[in-house]
Nanobody, 122 residues
Framework: QVQLVESGGGLVQPGGSLRLSCAAS????????MGWYRQAPGKQRELVAL???????NYADSVKGRFTISRDNAKNTVYLQMNSLKPEDTAVYYC????????????????WGQGTQVTVSS
C-alpha cells in the first residue's frame, strides 16, 4: 500500500557529495517523522538523520555539519544531502518513514526503503 523508493546512491571519492532521495507513494494520509539510517558490514544499523513532521532535525554526531536532511511534503519525499564524504560513510543507507494510510489514519506504520549503497573510496 505504501512504498519507499530510494535513489542517489553510488560511488564517490572522499570529499565528494551525494544526494539521496526517498519518495513515498501509495495511499498516504500523512507522514510523521522521516529519517535515514545506515548500516555497514559487521556494524549496527544507526540513525543518520531524522526530520519529524514538526520540530528540529536531528543528526548523528559523525555527520553533523556535513549532511543535511530535508523533506518536501507535497512530494512525500525526504532527501539527504551528503557533503565532505569520508570513507567511513560507506554503508547501505535506508530510508524510513512513519506513514498513516487513508484506510488507517490513526496508525503510522514504520516503512523502510530497500536501501541504497553509498561507497566512498578513491
Amino acid at each position: 500500500q505504501v512504498q519507499l523508493v530510494e535513489s542517489g546512491g553510488g560511488l564517490v571519492q572522499p570529499g565528494g557529495s551525494l544526494r539521496l532521495s526517498c519518495a513515498a507513494s501509495g495511499s498516504i494520509f500523512s507522514i510523521n517523522a522521516m529519517g535515514w539510517y545506515r548500516q555497514a558490514p559487521g556494524k549496527q544499523r544507526e540513525l543518520v538523520a531524522l526530520i519529524p513532521s514538526g520540530g528540529s532535525t536531528n543528526y548523528a554526531d559523525s555527520v553533523k555539519g556535513r549532511f543535511t536532511i530535508s523533506r518536501d511534503n507535497a512530494k512525500n519525499t525526504v532527501y539527504l544531502q551528503m557533503n565532505s564524504l569520508k570513507p567511513e560513510d560507506t554503508a547501505v543507507y535506508y530510508c524510513n518513514a512513519a506513514v498513516a494510510t487513508l484506510s488507517a489514519t490513526y496508525y503510522h506504520y514504520n516503512y523502510w526503503g530497500q536501501g541504497t549503497q553509498v561507497t566512498v573510496s578513491s
